[in-house]
């Protein structure tokens, strides 16, 4: 696209695995004071080794080293398939249910030097690892952190450096539940002690990794879908930023822009239309980050979850209009269409003079392939 500036992730979902030193409970847990002030103060590593935010630049290097530009292509991966008896297919638990599912159904997805390798291959330099706070702690035991959870990512990281790519830890489902669902998204906002609980897993991550550079950054939340108005999630990522840097300096924070505003009912409360969907935080070293699954009726067709178009639909295609919700036309479905939707984005980091980042996109794989979904088909498209 047109910005030199703008730092794509693919949203590719295949997955990941070991340690570094705390003390740990006889049962193998790990105990914190979530959110205690008496933590010493991070030690001073060569800060020039860590990826910062440079005006509409992502940086790295310094003091004996040149600074260079530094340009994030990456995959999306899981860091876990959590196996619920009533469900294999979701990984995630969009509920806060334990559902009776102990650590040991905590198994990492394929993450093997191979798949690193092939990821690798492909021209990328980052993994965004999407975590769930389960790994870590479960809601009987709040705040207290599992051993096996952290050496579970404490060796996905190493897999990764190992190969040369750098891994941005991403929140993607915190206490409460799956963000960007309608239901298990609520929670989070209604209840004070869960966003206490994500600070506190917060805090614990980045007290751990705070010396690591191979750490890219920090996604605080993924997709967050407030219930009230998108200043609730501005406030919320502010105390997540100041609880970070509570124990750490170094690394870059990554803060999303909101899905919807949408309440525990699926109901869409009234809102002002020109606050910002994306908060601009009080700190220096953030990187801006949206979704872009555009056109949605095309990129999603075939999946039955999302109820959106047919098999068949193709891309480019003129005769598909898209309007706002009073009828103005915006767009057909071509490049122009997707170039404005990605302008109107990038008006942010024109106004803050910061960098931005999509941190998921793709099409559905069904996109490729002649009704799939209702035949069965694997034939790919011809156009």
């Known amino acids: 696209m047109r910005s030199n500036y703008l730092y794509w992730l693919g949203s590719v979902f295949f997955g990941f695995i070991l340690l570094a030193g705390c003390s740990t409970r006889p049962n193998g847990t790990t105990s914190v004071n979530p959110l205690a002030d008496d933590t010493p103060p991070p030690s001073a590593p060569d800060t020039s080794a860590f990826i910062r935010a440079s005006g509409k630049q992502l940086v790295v290097g310094g003091g004996a080293a040149t600074v260079t530009p530094i340009q994030l292509r990456g995959i999306n991966v899981q860091s876990f398939w959590l196996l619920a008896p009533d469900d294999l297919s979701n990984p995630f ?54 051993a096996e959870g952290w050496a579970q990512l404490d060796g996905q990281i190493a897999l990764a450096k190992g190969a040369g790519l750098y891994t ?83 690394h870059l924070v990554i803060v999303e822009e909101i899905v919807a505003v949408v309440d525990a009912n699926g109901n869409y409360p009234a809102i002002d239309p020109n606050e910002p969907r994306l908060p601009k935080v009080n700190d220096d070293n953030v990187l801006y980050d949206f979704h872009f699954y555009q056109p949605l009726d095309y990129v999603g067709q075939g999946r039955a979850e999302n109820g959106l178009g047919d098999n068949g639909q193709v891309y480019p295609d003129e005769t ?64």
């Not at 905590?106 to 790994?135: E, M």
């Open 93 to 146: 638990i969009n509920d806060d249910t334990d559902r009776g599912v102990p650590i040991a159904s905590l198994i990492p997805t394929r993450y093997d030097d191979a798949v690193i390798a092939n990821i690798a291959s492909l021209g990328a330099n980052v993994i965004r690892n999407a975590i769930n706070y389960r790994q870590f702690e479960d809601n009987a035991h709040p705040y207290i952190y599992r």
């Open 168 to 250: 941005i830890i991403d929140m993607h489902v915190p206490p409460g539940g799956l963000q960007g669902v309608v239901g298990s998204s609520a929670r989070l906002w209604q209840e004070p002690e869960l966003r206490d609980r994500t600070k506190a897993l917060w805090r614990a991550i980045a007290e751990r990794y705070r010396e690591e550079p191979w750490v890219a950054a920090y996604d605080l939340i993924n997709e967050p879908m407030p219930t009230q108005n998108p200043g609730q999630w501005a406030s919320f990522a502010q105390e997540l930023v100041d609880t970070i840097r509570q124990v750490d300096t170094n």
């Open 320 to 383: 598909r209009e898209y309007r706002d919700d009073v009828g103005n036309l915006l767009g057909v479905r071509n490049k122009a269409y997707l170039q404005r939707l990605i302008d109107e984005k990038l008006a942010f980091q024109q106004t803050y003079d910061v960098p931005m980042s999509v941190g998921e996109f793709s099409p559905s794989r069904l996109t490729f392939f002649d009704n799939n979904a209702k035949a069965g088909s694997t034939t790919p498209r011809t156009s």
